[in-house]
Structures are given as C-alpha cells and as structure tokens.
C-alpha cells in the first residue's frame, strides 16, 4: 500500500500549477453523450476519478481518446470523446461503486438513448447521499423511472419534454443532470433554486459551445430550451478552485508564499475572505493569485453552504489551518452529516478539536507533532497533509487512493515549493 511521508517544518516558497477541475470535468465527460459529434476537453487533470469514468464511458460504447497535452508538465491533458455510438445504456454496479458522480451520465443518457440504467450509488463515507432530487427532476421532464434490483431505470422512449424543476434543496449533481437532459428536451425547461457552482457555469458554458440554449447558469434559476441536436466542440475545463483553496492555505500555515499559477481569484469565492481573516495575504496577479502569511494565524468561524458560501469541500482543509492557529475556531458542517472524520485523525498529531453534533470547535496548538494518520476520504487526506506539513517530525499518511482520486501529482507540486514529502510503498 502507498503512503505519504512528510518531514514538517519547511516553509513553502514558489509556484505551483493549479489542475483543471476534477469537478468540473466529471460532468463536462458526461456532456458528449449528448451529441454523435466528438468533443475534445482541454485541460483535464491526470486523476483517478477520471480514468474511472473513461471506463463507464467506454462501456457505454464512447470512444475516448488522449489527443495530446503538454508531455512532461504537471498538469493539463486533452481528451477527445466521440459518443456516435451508444451501444450500451447500462452504467454497471462495479464501475459506479468505485465513483458516486457517475450518475452524471444519467441525464444526458436517457435524453439521448431514451433510455438510462445506473446502478444505485449506495452511501459514502461522508454519509448517506441519496439521489432523490436527480429521479424527481428527470420524471419533470417526462422520464418514466424505476427502482430494480439496485439499478435505477430512467426511460423516455419518445425523448425528454420541458418542465419545470423546484429543487427542495440545492444539489450540485442534480442541477447538472438536470441541464444536460433538458438540453435536448423538447420545449423549455426552468431550473429553479439551480446549484451556482462555478462548475454549474463551466458545464453550462460547454453545453452552449455544443449549441445548447441555456441562460441564468451561474444564478438560482436555469432556463433551458431544448434543441434537436447538438454538435461537437472544443473546451477548456476550468482550474480547480478547491486544489487551489488547499494550496492557499499551505501558504499560510507554512508561514509561505505561493503563486498559485491558472487560479482564478473570482471562483475561489468565500475561503478567500476566511483565508484573509485568519492572517493571508491575497493578491491577483497576472499568471494567478499570490498567497502570503501575515506572520500571524487567527482564530475563524466557518458554515458549510451551497455556492456562493462556503463550500464543504474546503471544510477539512481549514480545519487543519485552525488547529494551529492562536485561538478557537467553530466550523459548522451543514452539507453532509458525516464529513468530521478528520477529526480523530488531527487530534493523533496533537490538534485539539471537540465535536458537538454538527459544529466543531478547534483550540489552536502550539505545534502540531507527527504521526501515523489514515485518510478517510478525499478532502480529509488533504487536511492531514496540511497538518503533516507543519508538524514536527514524521508524519506519514495511509490510504493514498482518496487522495489520488483529486490531486494531481500532490507530491510533486508540494515538493517544487520546498516541501519534504515522499510517496513509498510498504
Ligand atoms: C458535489 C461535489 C462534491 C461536493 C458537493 C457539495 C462533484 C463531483 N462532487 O457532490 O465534491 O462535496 O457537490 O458541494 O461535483 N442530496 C439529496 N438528494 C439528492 C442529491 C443530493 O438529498 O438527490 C443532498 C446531499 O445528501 C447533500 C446535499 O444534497 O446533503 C448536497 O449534495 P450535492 O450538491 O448533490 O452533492 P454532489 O453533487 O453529490
């Protein structure tokens, strides 16, 4: 098994290419199904997660194939996915066990085929995850659905109609499988309380490069109105907000200064504002945006929301900045109901963290001291590399394969910038 074994201590100084999108990119993948023409996605980042929905697009009959990228860099490939031939509308249980976001392929299936079947994703480690919203949003559009044996059937044999959408509460994936199968409904479809993730944009803007007629993506309502076809295009998926947002904070809790290269300032929204309260420096620049420490690591108050609030996705990263900072911070997580299972893990390297329902509340320490630790899940390993990095000592962190499903290169990148960090097999 792999793992990460990080000396503490170094200060981090440099550059550091920010990915594109894992986010971004899962449904982005997805939105080929919709035309018989090929899309070419540039800037992918090199994940696992992405080579596990190359394989549930492959076994739904797409060809995909890497069209180029910049050789030896760390980030940024071009796939070309060519989806003229649906042969297969079965998104299997062993393909979807491995990646809950394969449901993505849903929408744009049965608005193409007229016919989707995609095994149930089951629970996660970050807690029970239903799908609900996405099986209400497509019966709106006139899709017929089942429950069997585990699958879940979604068919529309005489294709998808317009409707409109209220989501109850705001789901990143269900707005996307939403715009995707409206895409090519017939009529107009209106989305309303839509996700406005920055990725809800990205797809948005590829779906209109494709000829899709979309408007209000970005916003809480998402009017869509449905086109016969669409056509093949080009597009460069966005840079990873959250990759960034971690970086950022290895900035600060190293006492550095990085550049993080290709991040956009204006998608990385309120971690930024929490960042600057507890003592970062932040600056656009022409090539992406700077990162510095004050000196100084202060205390902050964090609530998981939708976009534009703070994102869950961040929650664990800034957890592992607060339990070094000088005094107490609370970080409420109100998205998921299990996603504090970094918890146990911080306090093995001598953080000092106490969790009442669904707050925690985090004493800055001292230092922090190094240990064996275990991942749990993408965005937790990401706070325990934060944490090893500061820590005195030897930290090493087991359970790489989280952590691969949303970093490109970690090590790499972290290593450029001063960092003392190894990945070893044993
Ligand atoms: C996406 C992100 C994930 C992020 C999450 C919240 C991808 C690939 N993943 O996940 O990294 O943590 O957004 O920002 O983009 N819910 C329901 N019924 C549904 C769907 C969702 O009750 O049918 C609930 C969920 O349990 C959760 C909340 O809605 O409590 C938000 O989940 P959602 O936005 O759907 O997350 P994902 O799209 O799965």
Request: hydrophobic letters at 45%.
């Amino acid at each position: 098994m792999e793992k990460l074994v990080i000396t503490g201590g170094n200060r981090l100084e440099g550059d550091i290419d920010i990915s594109g999108a894992k986010n971004a990119a899962l449904p982005l993948m997805c939105a080929p199904l919709l035309t018989e023409e090929p899309v070419t996605l540039t800037n992918l980042p090199r994940l696992a997660d992405i080579s596990t929905l190359t394989d549930l697009l492959n076994h739904l009959g797409a060809t995909v194939t890497i069209a180029g990228g910049n050789g030896g860099a760390l980030t940024g490939r071009s796939m070309t996915f060519d989806a003229s031939n649906i042969a297969d509308t079965v998104a299997p249980y062993d393909i979807v066990r491995k990646m809950r976001a394969s449901i993505i392929v849903l929408g744009p299936l049965v608005a193409r085929a007229g016919e989707a079947i995609v095994s149930l994703p089951g629970g996660c480690a970050i807690g029970n995850r239903p799908i609900d919203l996405h099986l209400k949003a497509l019966e709106a559009l006139g899709a017929d659905i089942e429950l069997e044996d585990g699958y879940v059937r979604a068919s529309a044999p005489n294709g998808l109609t317009g409707g409109t959408v209220r989501f109850p509460l705001v789901s990143v994936g269900a707005t996307e499988n939403t715009l995707m199968a409206a895409a090519l409904a017939k009529g107009t479809s209106v989305i309303e309380n839509a996700a406005r993730e920055p990725e809800i944009t990205d797809l948005a803007n590829c779906l209109i490069a494709m000829g899709a007629k979309i408007e209000g993506a970005g916003t809480e309502t998402i009017t869509v109105e449905g086109v016969d076809k669409l056509h093949g295009c080009t597009y460069a998926v966005m840079p990873d907000r959250i990759e960034a947002g971690s970086y950022a904070i290895a900035a600060l809790m190293t006492r550095g200064n990085l550049l993080l290269k290709n991040a956009r300032l204006g998608d990385m929204g309120a971690p930024m504002d929490v960042l600057a309260e507890a003592g970062g420096i932040i600056t656009e620049e022409a090539g992406g945006v700077r990162v510095k420490s004050n000196g100084h690591i202060g205390g902050f108050n964090i609530v998981t929301q939708p976009f534009p609030a703070f994102p869950t996705d961040m929650q664990a990263q800034f957890m592992a900045l607060a339990s070094i900072a000088d005094g107490a911070s609370v970080i409420t997580e109100a998205i998921f109901e299990n996603r504090f299972m970094h918890v146990p893990e911080l306090c093995r390297l001598g953080a000092d963290i106490t969790v009442t329902g669904a707050s925690a509340t985090i004493r800055g320490v001292k230092s922090l001291r190094g240990a064996q630790v275990m991942a749990t899940d993408l965005r937790a390993s990401m706070s325990l590399v934060l944490a090893g990095l500061v820590a005195d000592g030897e930290t090493t962190v087991n359970r790489l394969y989280h952590l691969d499903r949303g970093y490109e290169r970690l090590e790499d990148k972290l290593r450029t910038v001063g960092a003392q960090i190894e990945r070893v097999n044993g």
